[in-house]
């Protein structure tokens, strides 16, 4: 029997609802992988009995459902439904085992951190859902042709594992059919203009889930495009639904009117609230608010021919912009302001990677706005060279001053949630941030060339525990999802600071002492005869690593002479999930195909560029790829 007959065959094991039909395992078997140990049932396809995939499911919720905007699932409905056995294991979107592929890992710490001897205290958990994953994508493309919400759900949390586990060109595909989905379902539109649901052609629950639904494809999309319009499918201004509501009133099932993403907008079809309804609104739709602002950012960085910032005319972009991300940053209400208080009240919901994650998104976009006034936080440096040649003395002082503080506030913001909740730190968009972070804090503080600190009350100590705790926070991760990339570079950083700033003061250097001229400064950038996403796209992002692993299959294609033979799995349904036992190659940052002849289709420059940029920040990963002698890393 073929795996691809698995996921079939266990549904109708279940279709009886009795506990001895449901998959059979071995409760003590282990898998030897290497240098660790996973237990079998985690590896494998089929779900696990009842009682732990109760479990799973319990984790998801704790783990995956309380992040950005994943909580689209209504879960007195989920679990009500849950309650039938045989529907779990005839359950045919792929949505349950997504949902357990994702919680896995944690699971799987939560087993080996107690049985940990230290022979496997470097087990890399993410591998632990493997097999679910690949069930949940058959699952989906089974479907193909007829999807629905929950077969739209599958695959935005397959991109999610995806992602977490390095298989980014699956992720990038994935994201494109999401976006096809979106369309043919309708979601950028609410359902019907009944928005207080006083018909009941839908419950609200089901209409919330559908807003939630969209505005994570909208956010999914949004991580990859970086303000590169070839790679948006989903674009802001399309997406004409509400903003999601308080987590209060959906799990309730509470009717209400909420903002649409424009501050103080309702819906053109809905009647003028009798109450604000602003108050409606979930903490969700600042992250979202955010994230729009940025994507103009990101683009607006882009493009920045002509530009002059420290203007303040009718059309200047950058002050819009600037004004945009501050009255973002002062409409968040005191609920959601970052205070003592309200850590501990978002930590007992469960709610801390979100609430964290709002305030470091923020502070992020001043960021990717001021870096304009910072040499090499902008790829090519030749970009923003006129503006750094022109700017008045004070401009370039506040961008600075800005990259640094606001840099700082994340790394506190890192430190406080590290400390005050390990779990809710494991995701995706955490490990950018950090790596982003030592990125930003070590180049500006390079860059900086005055003789007097950039920011007085804050020492190199200051900047070095910050750094440090980066450091610390993703080699954590790497184990829950694959940050070897990150780490190495956010570790690079740490090292270039120790190099720089270890054994002399700003005061005793002399001004402009620190700042590094680029290979890049003084010439001419300019593009090969075909243009091509890979020359503007930072190495860390979805696309570029998506590329790489394309270019190493590629690669040994041609070398093992079978460029041009068709794959047998391009016509099997099933090749979209490999048995359990299969180990496709994935990207890890570590390891790459060393041959001459692969690197040479690449353009000269891309061995002597430290940076490229799709958010636009340096790696220092040309020094760790000099070092283990793998140029792949710049591409």
């Given at each position: 029997?073929?795996?691809?007959r698995?996921?079939?065959?266990?549904?109708?094991?279940?279709?009886?609802?009795?506990?001895?039909?449901?998959?059979?395992?071995?409760?003590?078997?282990?898998v030897?992988?290497?240098?660790?140990?996973?237990?079998?049932?985690?590896?494998?396809?089929?779900?696990?009995?009842?009682?732990?995939?109760r479990?799973?499911?319990?984790?998801?919720?704790?783990?995956?459902?309380?992040?950005?905007?994943?909580?689209?699932?209504?879960?007195?409905?989920?679990?009500?439904?849950?309650?039938?056995?045989?529907?779990?294991?005839?359950?045919?979107?792929?949505?349950?085992?997504?949902?357990?592929?994702?919680?896995?890992?944690?699971?799987?710490?939560?087993?080996?951190?107690?049985?940990?001897?230290?022979s496997?205290?470097?087990?890399?958990?993410?591998?632990?859902?493997?097999?679910?994953?690949?069930?949940?994508?058959?699952?989906?493309?089974?479907?193909?042709?007829?999807?629905?919400?929950?077969?739209?759900?599958?695959?935005v949390?397959?991109?999610?594992?995806?992602?977490?586990?390095?298989?980014?060109?699956?992720?990038?595909?994935?994201?494109?059919?999401?976006?096809?989905?979106?369309?043919?379902?309708?979601?950028?539109?609410?359902?019907?203009?009944?928005?207080?649901?006083?018909?009941?052609?839908?419950?609200?629950?089901a209409?919330?889930?559908?807003?939630?639904?969209?505005?994570?494809?909208?956010?999914l999309?949004?991580?990859?495009?970086?303000g590169?319009?070839?790679?948006?499918?989903?674009?802001?201004?399309?997406?004409?639904?509400?903003?999601?509501?308080s987590?209060?009133?959906?799990?309730?099932?509470?009717?209400?009117?909420?903002?649409?993403?424009?501050?103080?907008?309702?819906?053109?079809?809905?009647?003028?609230?009798?109450?604000?309804?602003?108050?409606?609104l979930d903490?969700?739709?600042?992250?979202?608010?955010a994230?729009?602002?940025?994507?103009k950012?990101?683009?607006y960085?882009?493009?920045?021919?002509?530009?002059?910032?420290?203007?303040?005319?009718?059309?200047?972009?950058?002050?819009?912009?600037?004004?945009?991300?501050?009255?973002?940053?002062?409409?968040?209400?005191?609920?959601?302001?970052?205070?003592?208080?309200?850590?501990?009240?978002?930590?007992?919901?469960?709610?801390?990677?979100?609430?964290?994650?709002?305030?470091?998104?923020?502070?992020?976009?001043?960021?990717?706005?001021?870096?304009?006034?910072?040499?090499?936080?902008?790829?090519?440096?030749?970009?923003?060279?006129?503006?750094?040649e022109?700017?008045?003395?004070?401009?370039?002082?506040?961008?600075?001053?800005?990259?640094?503080?606001?840099?700082?506030?994340?790394g506190?913001?890192?430190?406080?949630?590290?400390?005050?909740h390990?779990?809710?730190?494991?995701?995706?968009?955490?490990?950018?941030?950090?790596?982003?972070?030592?990125?930003?804090?070590?180049?500006?503080?390079?860059?900086?060339?005055?003789?007097?600190?950039?920011?007085?009350?804050?020492?190199?100590?200051?900047?070095?525990?910050?750094?440090?705790?980066?450091?610390?926070?993703?080699?954590?991760?790497?184990?829950?999802?694959?940050?070897?990339?990150?780490?190495?570079?956010?570790?690079?950083?740490?090292?270039?600071?120790?190099?720089?700033?270890?054994?002399?003061?700003?005061?005793?250097r002399?001004?402009?002492?620190?700042?590094?001229?680029?290979?890049?400064?003084?010439?001419?950038?300019?593009?090969?005869?075909?243009?091509?996403?890979e020359?503007?796209?930072?190495?860390?992002g979805?696309?570029?690593?998506?590329?790489?692993?394309?270019?190493?299959?590629?690669?040994?294609?041609?070398?093992?002479?079978?460029?041009?033979?068709?794959?047998?799995?391009?016509?099997?349904?099933?090749?979209?999930?490999?048995?359990?036992?299969?180990?496709?190659?994935?990207?890890?940052?570590?390891?790459?195909?060393?041959?001459?002849?692969?690197?040479?289709?690449?353009?000269?420059?891309?061995?002597?560029?430290?940076?490229?940029?799709d958010?636009?920040?340096?790696?220092?990963?040309?020094?760790?790829?000099?070092s283990?002698?793998?140029?792949?890393?710049?591409?």
């Amino acid at each position: 029997m073929t795996d691809s007959r698995l996921a079939t065959l266990s549904r109708r094991r279940g279709s009886n609802g009795d506990e001895s039909c449901e998959p059979n395992i071995q409760e003590e078997a282990f898998v030897q992988r290497s240098s660790y140990v996973i237990p079998a049932w985690l590896l494998a396809r089929n779900l696990p009995p009842i009682d732990r995939v109760r479990e799973l499911i319990d984790i998801y919720f704790a783990q995956i459902h309380t992040v950005r905007c994943m909580g689209f699932l209504h879960i007195p409905t989920f679990m009500e439904r849950f309650r039938d056995r045989k529907m779990v294991y005839t359950e045919m979107s792929g949505l349950i085992y997504s949902m357990c592929a994702l919680a896995a890992p944690f699971y799987c710490a939560k087993v080996m951190t107690a049985k940990e001897d230290g022979s496997n205290s470097s087990v890399p958990f993410f591998n632990a859902g493997k097999g679910w994953a690949e069930a949940a994508m058959q699952c989906m493309f089974s479907s193909f042709g007829s999807p629905g919400i929950e077969c739209l759900m599958t695959g935005v949390l397959l991109h999610d594992y995806y992602l977490r586990v390095g298989d980014y060109a699956k992720g990038f595909l994935v994201s494109g059919f999401i976006a096809r989905q979106v369309q043919l379902l309708q979601l950028n539109m609410e359902y019907d203009e009944d928005i207080l649901c006083q018909k009941n052609k839908m419950s609200w629950a089901a209409k919330e889930t559908r807003r939630r639904v969209v505005w994570a494809c909208y956010l999914l999309d949004a991580s990859i495009e970086c303000g590169i319009d070839q790679l948006c499918l989903i674009p802001s201004y399309d997406v004409q639904v509400q903003m999601p509501c308080s987590e209060d009133l959906f799990v309730r099932n509470t009717p209400c009117i909420t903002e649409t993403l424009v501050r103080g907008e309702v819906l053109p079809f809905v009647d003028p609230p009798r109450i604000d309804p602003a108050v409606n609104l979930d903490i969700r739709a600042f992250y979202i608010r955010a994230m729009v602002t940025r994507s103009k950012i990101l683009k607006y960085v882009k493009h920045l021919e002509g530009e002059v910032p420290w203007e303040i005319t009718e059309n200047a972009r950058f002050h819009k912009l600037d004004s945009e991300i501050k009255e973002l940053d002062a409409s968040i209400p005191d609920n959601f302001k970052m205070s003592a208080e309200n850590v501990y009240i978002f930590k007992a919901s469960g709610r801390l990677n979100l609430f964290f994650g709002v305030h470091i998104l923020i502070a992020q976009t001043f960021n990717d706005l001021y870096r304009v006034g910072v040499s090499r936080l902008v790829f090519p440096n030749t970009a923003t060279k006129w503006i750094r040649e022109n700017a008045p003395d004070e401009f370039l002082k506040l961008c600075h001053r800005t990259c640094i503080s606001k840099a700082f506030y994340i790394g506190t913001l890192l430190k406080d949630l590290w400390n005050c909740h390990r779990l809710s730190i494991i995701d995706l968009p955490y490990a950018v941030h950090a790596q982003i972070c030592s990125s930003v804090l070590v180049t500006s503080l390079s860059s900086w060339g005055e003789p007097d600190p950039p920011l007085p009350h804050l020492s190199q100590n200051d900047y070095k525990s910050v750094l440090q705790t980066n450091v610390k926070i993703l080699k954590y991760l790497q184990r829950y999802i694959k940050a070897d990339l990150y780490y190495e570079s956010a570790n690079q950083a740490l090292r270039l600071f120790n190099t720089r700033f270890s054994h002399e003061t700003p005061e005793r250097r002399a001004p402009g002492s620190l700042v590094e001229t680029s290979p890049m400064d003084g010439t001419d950038y300019s593009r090969p005869s075909q243009f091509s996403l890979e020359y503007i796209l930072n190495p860390l992002g979805t696309y570029p690593m998506a590329r790489q692993q394309v270019h190493h299959s590629d690669h040994a294609h041609v070398r093992d002479g079978i460029a041009d033979q068709p794959s047998s799995s391009q016509s099997d349904i099933g090749a979209f999930c490999p048995s359990a036992g299969d180990n496709p190659p994935s990207m890890d940052g570590l390891s790459g195909v060393h041959d001459n002849s692969f690197f040479s289709q690449f353009p000269d420059w891309a061995s002597d560029i430290p940076m490229m940029s799709d958010m636009g920040y340096p790696t220092f990963l040309d020094q760790y790829s000099v070092s283990i002698g793998d140029p792949t890393l710049m591409i």
